[in-house]
């Protein structure tokens, strides 16, 4: 059953560039509500723990210090179909193959700096939104 709410984060390439704002604006004109928002720096510890779903790839240990190498701007977001609605505005993973005036298509810089993070189901928004926000800081 989908649900309204769905979870996110700026990546720190897409923070670093000043890119927050923007990506922000964006999210809150397709109708997203922000119900629970903040800037915080993941320690590599805290990375691992987040992408733990991840730790048998190739890829984990650079995921990891990519995470924790700059301030992440985590959001949990308000909307009717809200998971699929996101995944559908922030675009492909891979920015060369998303769609025209997506997140990605915009911002993200390569497929491992790829801007923005978007909860690929409704249990996973649940889980990763819980991962950062208490239920107190979630309005």
Same mark, same amino acid.
């Given at each position: 059953?989908?649900?309204?709410?769905?979870?996110?984060?700026? =990546?720190?390439? #897409?923070?670093?560039? %000043?890119?927050? !704002? &923007?990506? /922000? $604006?964006?999210?809150?004109?397709? !109708? @997203?509500?922000? /119900?629970?928002? $903040? =800037?915080?720096? +993941?320690?590599?510890?805290?990375? !691992?723990?987040?992408?733990?779903? *991840?730790?048998?790839?190739? @890829?984990?240990?650079?995921?990891?210090?990519?995470?924790?190498? !700059?301030?992440?701007?985590?959001?949990?977001?308000?909307?009717?179909?809200?998971?699929?609605?996101?995944?559908? +505005?922030?675009? #492909?993973?891979?920015?060369? =193959?998303?769609?025209? %005036?997506?997140?990605? =298509?915009?911002? #993200? $810089?390569?497929?491992?700096?790829? &801007?923005? *993070?978007?909860?690929?189901?409704?249990?996973? #928004?649940?889980?990763? %939104?819980?991962?950062? @926000? &208490?239920?107190?800081?979630?309005?």
């Amino acid at each position: 059953m989908a649900t309204n709410r769905t979870f996110t984060m700026i =990546k720190p390439d #897409a923070v670093a560039d %000043g890119n927050s !704002g &923007a990506i /922000i $604006k964006m999210i809150e004109e397709a !109708g @997203f509500k922000v /119900i629970a928002m $903040k =800037k915080t720096l +993941l320690t590599p510890a805290q990375a !691992g723990k987040f992408y733990e779903v *991840h730790a048998e790839r190739p @890829f984990y240990a650079d995921l990891c210090e990519y995470m924790s190498s !700059g301030p992440i701007v985590p959001m949990i977001l308000e909307k009717e179909n809200a998971v699929l609605d996101f995944r559908t +505005l922030i675009g #492909a993973t891979d920015p060369a =193959k998303a769609d025209e %005036g997506t997140i990605r =298509k915009i911002f #993200a $810089k390569s497929l491992s700096a790829n &801007a923005i *993070h978007g909860s690929d189901s409704d249990e996973n #928004a649940a889980i990763e %939104g819980a991962f950062f @926000f &208490a239920t107190t800081e979630q309005y």
